[in-house]
């Protein structure tokens, strides 16, 4: 039997499509009318497709207000909500009232063997605070974060894209035994913080591409634009804007067309007289973001530093808004130490062009490895990556900029 903890819209999905799974579930509810509603065979919520699997799957499933009731359960799964404090923090008292009734539980239980949350958390929350409620080293605990859209909710439980499951460790996830895991195809083991991060880092981005369409369609209307035809070529571009492309966490953005276009897109907006907050803050987060290296490079307290690739990107001699420069330019500038030395690697056939920048009129540029000095306190690796370079100052403090990890 499974048992499943908090019945508001995650958990009464979860709990009816895990029985039409298979499963023998019971519901765990304080809220004595939902469960006395349950009993009637009434759902207190609507979602396409429910109301039938809630029929055909009645003699699976048992509903109750006592957690002692799940004691028989050999795994649980917590739904029970994590709303939102004042200024967005998360409200813990349900779920932390929940891992105490279930910490009495496992002392009581022979069958139980491991314990799933699906109630969204903040990162770091499972590994230092729920296991700790809990309490019980013989039961596993996992993250298990939910996708489920209101609307297609039965769809997306029983045909999810793929099932995150967060572990305390991932190193030999093959040994995990539960029959909810092996219902699932495509199931990703990650570690906790992963699996508690992934669902902010969903939503926000949803919330992030519903708010940009809308700007951008905004500004269109006022020129005339047919916004449903240039929806639709945006949208058929999957090589870039419907795709993996950008979205890939490394260094700041930078070059001849991003930079531009975004502050032409701003002007187009202020011609006339329409607020579009999130393009506005586009350029502000992209120098945020460069402010970050800038600390990170300060922190390794480095005086003479190398810089190897500075375009602005891979195959290209373009140096235009380049944000490897721009870093370089404001460490340079920085008072923080004196006598600051900085050197640049490129390949020689961008050198030339290079070299007749002014804006790298105060920086040593190079083109060979053996034009390197001796010793470097630092070494930034921008768009280029060289091995040797690596095993030859192996003892030096290396830095990527295409990676923040």
Same mark, same amino acid.
């Given at each position: 039997m499974i048992a499943v903890f908090g019945l508001g819209h995650v958990g009464i999905v979860t709990a009816i499509c895990l029985a039409e799974k298979g499963f023998s579930v019971i519901g765990i509810d304080k809220g004595a009318e939902k469960i006395t509603s349950l009993k009637n065979s009434k759902l207190y919520i609507f979602e396409k497709g429910l109301q039938e699997l809630f029929e055909k799957n009645k003699s699976k499933l048992q509903f109750s207000t006592n957690s002692q009731d799940a004691k028989i359960a050999t795994e649980i799964i917590v739904c029970v909500g994590t709303p939102s404090l004042a200024g967005g923090a998360v409200d813990y008292s349900h779920i932390n009232s929940v891992c105490e009734e279930i910490s009495a539980l496992t002392k009581k239980s022979n069958t139980l063997k491991n314990i799933f949350f699906r109630s969204t958390v903040q990162p770091k929350t499972t590994r230092t605070k729920l296991t700790k409620l809990v309490n019980n080293k013989t039961v596993n605990i996992f993250f298990y974060p939910e996708f489920l859209r209101e609307g297609s909710a039965v769809e997306d439980f029983l045909n999810p894209n793929q099932t995150i499951i967060g572990v305390e460790s991932t190193d030999n996830p093959s040994s995990i035994s539960s029959d909810i895991i092996k219902g699932f195809d495509n199931v990703n083991y990650v570690d906790y913080e992963v699996a508690e991060m992934?669902?902010?880092? /969903? /939503? *926000?981005?949803?919330?992030? !591409?519903v708010a940009f369409i809308n700007e951008i369609a905004t500004v269109a209307k006022e020129y005339d634009v047919d916004i449903s035809s240039l929806h639709k070529v945006f949208i058929g571009d999957d090589k870039l804007n419907i795709s993996t492309s950008y979205l890939k966490p490394g260094f700041a953005f930078g070059g001849p067309c991003l930079t531009k276009d975004t502050r032409g897109f701003l002007e187009m907006g202020l011609k006339k007289g329409i607020k579009t907050p999130l393009i506005q803050n586009i350029l502000p987060s992209n120098n945020e973001h460069l402010m970050r290296f800038i600390a990170q490079i300060e922190s390794f307290k480095a005086s003479k530093v190398l810089f190897c690739g500075i375009?602005? !990107? !891979? +195959?290209?001699?373009? @140096?235009? /808004? *380049?944000?490897i420069v721009d870093l370089m330019s404001l460490y340079y500038q920085r008072p923080s130490y004196n006598k600051k030395i900085v050197h640049v690697l490129d390949e020689e056939n961008i050198i030339e062009s290079l070299r007749s920048s002014s804006r790298l009129a105060p920086y040593k540029i190079m083109s060979k490895l053996e034009q390197l000095d001796e010793e470097y306190d630092l070494i930034i690796f921008g768009t280029k990556v060289n091995d040797s370079i690596i095993e030859k100052y192996k003892n030096t403090n290396?830095?990527?900029? +295409?990676? @923040?990890?």
């Open positions: 992934i669902k902010y880092a /969903n /939503n *926000s981005f949803h919330a992030l !591409k375009t602005f !990107k !891979k +195959g290209t001699n373009d @140096i235009r /808004n *380049s944000p290396i830095l990527h900029l +295409g990676f @923040i990890l």
